[in-house]
């Protein structure tokens, strides 16, 4: 029997998943990660206890497998992290995640400037205050004594890699969501780290997603109890949960919603938009994942609980309840639209000073609309990305859901009639760890062919669209779109007083 390990390293959680024979769940294990947002611009983790954790639970399931042959691990991890790195290898910041937006006013200046739109046909990559191009500016502009100190400039991955293995080195796709790596020659862009002002020594080796090491420091072996064994560098969950959600045709797509959200399809050659609307981060050589996310997934949800019904949302009846309530309401919230961009927004709009706005309030509206309202809110954010993706791609037919929101087959049903498409839910667990078990599977040479699947990993519950309530909702999604369009100069006067 052959096992095969995927660890997906997320800002909220991390998951671990051991296959058999590459297509069987023998065992999965999660805990939480911590995330500290002391303002709504700033958004960090602590890297040690991020490293902490990631051993802890590794060693769990190495200790429950023991006895069994474990070919590889392989790793899936958020992007758009950035730790500043001192000449001893420790760190000068925190982690700055994905969600944190003080690079705004950098952002805005490469936009301003006109440099946005050619580092995209560079690096496939919108520029954005999540990427960390952006965030190295900031730190230049705003801690400049940290950035003179700063030795390498690396993600949560490369930090928990170093410390294994001694090395600083950063897979392709996590390096193209940097905006600072050349989609075309998968190597840093010269471009991209002047703006930074940094020189690419101060950046990790690229490997490719499949690159494996196993010499881990003597301590890690003692504390793992294993020898030698392949740990493989991995990719980005957004590239994984396509893979692992099984997309690999063209007339298919990945639809994720957890804490956040984003639709992706895959495609064989790194074609970006004429406008740096939706990224494109490379995997393997013919394989290179297109699409959007956005910042406000089920977290919108819960904040909407936490701060209007005083009702933390702890496990998975607590959300039931709460959606439960949105079904006595009728499609559309009775006439009350949502703009969800609590943390500002990515793909589409790629506009971090946006903000919520409930639009349509009258004294008939109660608690059940607009939660109704918030649901329809996500949902419309993210079909917004899937029209960008489809005005230059081919149609797409079957879209494979994934993340927390599959809990509901309510709000599932609702993304299926405003996309209008067929929704596959499958019980697989989680479609980037799934991903991470794949391409682990494929690196280490267990498969010949990266597209395998787990079994029955395409097949599960589908929901089919009803077009008359498709209808209803193209109404209001007509309404949401020129909300943003009639606000979105509004918005920066709110951002940055």
Known sequence: MSIIIGADIGTSNIKVIAFKNNNEVLLSEICPCTTMQPTSEK???????????????????ISKLK????TGICFSTAMHSIIAMDENNKPLTHAILWGDTRSGRQANRLKEAGIAEKLYQQTGVPVHPALPLCKIMWVKE?????????????SLKEFIFFNWFGKYIVDHSIAGATGMQDIHSLRWSEAALQIAGIEAEQLSQIVPVTHTESELNPLYKKYFGIENMPFVIGSSDGCLANTGSGVFDAGEAALTIGTSG?????ISTPALNKEPTLFCYPLLKDLFIKGGAVNNGGYVL?????????????SESDYALLVQQAQSVDAGAGGLIFLPYLQGERAPIWDAAARGVFFGMNNLHRQ?????????????????????LTT????IKTIYASGGFVQSDFWVQMVADIFNKELVVNDQADASAIGAAMLGSYATGLSKNFNVMPQSSKTGKRFYPDVEKHKRYMRQFAIFRSLYLALEKEFPKLAYL
């Open 142 to 154: 705003n801690l400049p004594e940290i950035f003179s100190r700063t030795h390498k400039f690396i």
């Open 43 to 61: 958004v960090e983790q602590d890297p040690e206890p991020v490293l902490q954790s990631v051993n802890g639970i590794l060693k769990k399931i």
């Open 302 to 314: 819960q904040w909407f609980a936490e701060s209007f019904m005083d009702h933390k949302l702890q």
């Open 368 to 388: 059940p609309h607009f939660i109704r309202a918030v649901l329809e809110g996500i949902s419309y954010a993210l079909y917004d990305v899937f029209c960008e």
């Open 262 to 266: 984003a639709v992706r399809t895959t």
């Open 67 to 70: 006895g069994e042959t474990i």
């Open 392 to 395: 230059y791609h081919d149609p």
